[in-house]
């Protein structure tokens, strides 16, 4: 099965998340292709440019349909998945030229508008990465599936967590977060002891970090990690690295405990649910897990566990695949 993917250029999850599952596709015996549509900049080039050319991924100009047809020249796609609704004009483009079904999958909220509704319409199914997600898409209910971003097991895993303990925050920083950012940056700063990195677009403003910009050497880095801060895919791979982890966004929801996990059906790690972010509860929550070196090592292989049974990327990407089948099947 050919299997095209359309996505935007931008440093984010999403981004990860496309090369990911493209990879994870190709060694499921699916012929999965990624086209990159925008301008990155030569950093983000420079950043991406091996992990895009083994896996056989292009880049286009935004929005421009002959270059892609010019890219794939005899191959016929089965499918169309886009995964950013700025590349959707293009994929209807595809879908109506080579009459396939087309795959749309959601990363974020504020998706369901006006402009989005025809291509929303046009989709065999609608991939959602959250329940939360899932319910903005009401009205499509039939052909919405929640399916988590996944996680490679075997490229993030834990390695040995020497002392001093090391803290992590990861993300991309816009201005609903900055708050959230500044908070834990300056909670971090009054712990004694600890080693603490930033793995982010924007600087912060702290004493003590060790700031490593926007990188693709995340697995790297949690490994070694004890503590990570973050959202959504920074979480999913923190804790498959066996940390415990702190979630902030625009809220801080605070420490993921065995005892929260077991109280939702479906595992909220958005940021978007927690409390106003305010460093002396980071401070608190910090303290807790760098003072108990029990309760740090029980949470650091529960997460580990919590990786492996929800976020397991081959089964996760099976499951996508199996989306793919039926639709084909129908169409």
Known sequence: MNVLHLNRFFYSGQTTHAF???????KQGINARLVMDGNPSYQALDLYKRTMDEMGAAIIKPGDLQALLRHLHSWRPHVIHAHSALTFPLAMSLVKKYHVPLIITCHGLGLNHHEARPYLQEAKAIICISTRVANTFREFATKVHTIPNGVDLHEFMPQKKDEPIKVALVGRIDTSKQKGYNHFCKAV?????????????????SKTAHYLGWTNEVASLLAQTDIVAGTGRAIIEGLACGNAVIILGRTCQGILTPEKVAKQKWLDISGLSGSDPCYKNMFYDLAKLTQNKIYLQQLQTFGRDLAIKEFDNSILTKKIIDIYKVTSAHH
């Open 20 to 26: 990911s599952l493209v990879r994870e596709q190709q």
């Open 189 to 205: 700063d009054l712990l004694d002891g600890v080693e603490f990195y930033v793995a982010a677009n924007k600087s912060p403003n």
